[in-house]
């Protein structure tokens, strides 16, 4: 395998970029990078809800609900959080996709709309009925966070792009080797580092550098 195959599977629009990632698996093996791996791996089948998640895809978000009285119902009414508590405030203000890219992909291809909607827990829509709701005559009796399908697009966007810049960054360190394996027998442990660090979560470090990076990790938690 080459990285002129990988490349070529990330810029060919048509594909999957599931596609591209599987044959980057391959590749993070043969350099022997913990965090590539482990990159790669959580892109491909999702991040735990325990784990941080990188900020791109992070974003945040607005409620909409349904409010119920005597006389009827008023749907996809907005909700402002100022008034909650912190906790659900945190809670409901942002949106951290956990998911898979094949999920994410399916996620765009079903959608009937421009948006998706994530339901609030149930005990969240207690707590607001009987904590926070000052309206007498209306009940929510359903309530969600809206993400666009548009910024589900970007996020994949994003993870193509940073796995093109990371094969980039090892072409322009062996311009004649092609072949997986020969780039692997030739890269160092911390050029890997570097260029993973420069290219996966942006932090600035001289490639080829054999320091230890500094700056800012671009993670997000989810609470």
Known sequence: MTIDEIRDDILNSEKSISEALRKALILAYKLKNADFKQWVDQELEGYSHDADAPNYRYFPTMSYGSFQSFQGIMRHVPIPTLPMPE??????????????????????????????????????????????????????????????????????????????????????????????????????????????QNCIFDKKIEIGSNNSFTGETSIKNQE
């Open 87 to 196: 906790f659900m405030r945190t809670k409901l203000s942002n949106i951290i996709l956990f998911n898979g890219v094949k999920e994410l992909e399916n996620l765009i291809k079903n959608a009937e709309k421009n948006e998706l909607h994530m339901p609030w827990p149930p005990d969240f829509i207690a707590y607001y009925n009987s904590r926070v709701n000052t309206d007498p005559h209306f009940s929510c009796v359903e309530a969600y966070r809206v993400i666009t399908t548009s910024q589900i697009i970007g996020v994949l966007d994003n993870i193509r792009n940073k796995l093109l810049k990371f094969l980039l960054e090892i072409e322009d360190l062996f311009p004649d080797v092609k072949g997986v394996d020969e780039i692997s027998a030739k890269v160092t442990p911390s050029q890997v580092i570097n260029i993973f």
